[in-house]
Nanobody, 124 residues
Framework: QVQLVESGGGLVQAGGSLGLSCKAS????????MGWFRQAPGQQRTCIAG???????YYADSVKDRFTISKDNSQNTVYLQMSNLKSEDTAFYYC??????????????????WGRGTQVTVSS
């Protein structure tokens, strides 16, 4: 089994920056892509950033050029640095890890490991 634990999040003013981290433990050899999803009230959970095993990052258009995903393999930790935050970035953010290989954007949620999530609130 794999456990994902997020940290970071909180309240920030629009235009500000915030960082999230997610540490994986357990059978981390079972993880493929790792990344971040978010879900705002009344909306679907969507993938906003992912990091492949080979070190390639991918982003949703809504966060491209503002968010940066990175990973420390030695610590089994993935990070999300968010800058120029907007009110529409307000959501619950989840760390996810894929069980089979493949982009987190396309995997069935049941084929992922999930963290419990952390709230990010951007005040305007």
């Amino acid at each position: 089994q794999v456990q994902l634990v997020e940290s970071g999040g909180g309240l920030v003013q629009a235009g500000g920056s915030l960082g999230l981290s997610c540490k994986a433990s357990g059978r981390t050899d079972r993880l493929y892509d790792m990344g971040w999803f978010r879900q705002a009230p009344g909306q679907q959970r969507t993938c906003i950033a992912g990091f492949t095993q080979s070190g390639r990052a991918y982003y949703a258009d809504s966060v491209k050029d503002r968010f940066t995903i990175s990973k420390d393999n030695s610590q089994n930790t993935v990070y999300l640095q968010m800058s120029n935050l907007k009110s529409e970035d307000t959501a619950f953010y989840y760390c996810a890890g894929g069980r089979p290989a493949g982009s987190l954007r396309w995997l069935d949620p049941s084929n992922m490991y999930w963290g419990r999530g952390t709230q990010v609130t951007v005040s305007s």
